[in-house]
């Protein structure tokens, strides 16, 4: 195990440009929707995405964090090294333009914050997604705790090396266990402002209306099982092969009671649980969580999250609303704080 020796707060600021653009397939958008369990038609049929209006298919809310999986590599291979494991705890996602089949997609990645809370570092990355016509697409920013290695079991390196694929770089770092933070503050204030937009005039299709709209309106529930195979699935589709997800020995070695759900999972859930109410995937502009929690999934059974939706706030002059957003397995409460921003017709 590596000790933590480094001043990770002078890296604040260390950013570059990912080598290769992203290009965004039609059959991994559809690859995505399964994985998440959006079956938002605009996912799926171009001529259903063509009827609100889009030139292809509409990648779901949390799809571009597939893309930054492999930008994000760098960094944690060659620059932030001074970890054992990464624990994830915040994502916002700040919506500019829809993400289409077709897209050419560049990230410029940035260590954008680094925090001291309880003893520990957390890091926040920035990833900024421009297309090809040079337009921001996405900005995404994802919050991980580092933990050295005397917090984590001396046997993980060695059970990681024995179970992972081959051919990629899967270190013991890697293995983060989805461990609670509560600091007080909220994932906005950790991601700077809202940026104003750049491609929000488009005139959203949503099946809800903005005079349907009332502080303190319901969506209506979704419940969504998930089994090891799903997480499996979901492992193989975003690029994120962390065994905790499904292996039961490096899961213990972390401390955790079984398997668990990704969170990236668990959130792409909530984006769909959001977009599927509304009509129009297109419509969330922004989209944050913070992860207090875990979905655990056994090998005999399996887990189960609960979403739930209330409208927060309404704006009459942007015909825009935020939606809270509470998800719940075995309960307990898996989103500490999730809210997103929406825009109605």
């Known amino acids: 195990m590596v000790e933590a020796t480094f001043d990770v707060a002078g890296l604040v600021g260390y950013s570059y440009r990912a080598d290769d653009y992203y290009e965004v397939g039609r059959e991994k958008i559809r690859e995505y ?3 998440v369990r959006d079956f938002h038609p605009a996912h799926w049929s171009e001529d259903a995405a063509g009827e609100l209006g ?9 799809f571009i964090s597939t893309a930054a999986m492999l930008a994000n590599r760098k960094l944690f291979e060659t620059v932030i090294t001074g970890y054992d494991v990464l624990v994830q705890t915040d994502q916002v996602f700040e919506m500019y333009k829809p993400v289409l ?16 809370v309880a003893g520990k570092d957390l890091l926040t990355v920035t990833n900024t997604f421009t297309d090809q016509t040079g337009a921001v697409v996405q900005i995404m920013h994802t919050t991980v705790i580092g933990i050295t290695g005397e917090e ?4 993980i390196s060695a059970a990681i090396e024995r179970v992972v694929m081959q051919g990629i770089d899967m270190s013991s ?8 933070v509560q600091d007080g503050t909220d994932p906005v204030s950790e ?46 589709v975003s690029g994120d092969a962390n065994p905790i997800h499904w292996h039961d020995e490096v899961a213990g070695l972390v401390g955790l009671p079984d398997v668990i759900a990704h969170g990236m999972l668990t ?10 109410w509304l009509g129009d995937p297109g419509a969330i502009t922004w989209y944050g969580v913070r992860l207090s929690n875990y979905t655990v999934v056994e090998a005999a059974s399996a887990g189960t999250v609960e979403f739930t939706g209330r409208i927060k706030s309404v704006n009459p002059e942007t015909r825009s609303a935020v939606v ?5 397995s075995a309960g307990r409460k898996i989103f500490g704080l999730a809210t997103a921003d929406i825009r109605l017709a």
């Open 33 to 35: 929707a399964r994985a």
């Open 267 to 276: 959130m792409g859930l909530g984006a769909g649980f959001v977009t599927g």
């Open 101 to 116: 089949a077709g897209d050419q997609l560049i990230s410029d990645v940035e260590l954008s914050a680094v925090r001291r």
């Open 152 to 155: 984590v079991d001396a046997g």
């Open 324 to 328: 809270v957003i509470v998800a719940k």
């Open 54 to 62: 889009y030139i292809g298919l509409v990648a779901p809310t949390t």
């Open 173 to 180: 770092r890697t293995a983060a266990s989805a461990l609670p």
């Open 191 to 236: 991601s700077g402002p809202r940026l104003s937009p750049i491609s929000r005039t488009r005139v959203p299709h949503t099946a809800i209306r903005f005079e349907d709209v009332t502080v303190g309106d319901e969506l209506p529930a979704r419940i969504v099982q998930l089994t090891r195979g799903d997480l499996v699935n979901y492992a193989g």
